[in-house]
């Protein structure tokens, strides 16, 4: 899920949860291309869109 979605629902105070499921990630060579730094280009969507926007 992207992090602009959650932050955009709590500033609006709707309430949501969360429902566990089953799912098996692909490992770096299978095609996973996420590295450190999309950690913080996701952190600062979630500061953007909970206290700017």
Do not use: H, N
């Amino acid at each position: 899920m992207k992090p602009k979605l959650p932050a955009k629902i709590l500033k609006q105070k709707v309430k949501f949860r969360e429902v566990p499921i089953s799912y098996k990630g692909r490992s770096f060579t299978e095609g996973k291309k996420i590295s450190w730094r999309d950690a913080f280009a996701a952190c600062w969507t979630l500061i953007k869109y909970r206290f700017v926007d």
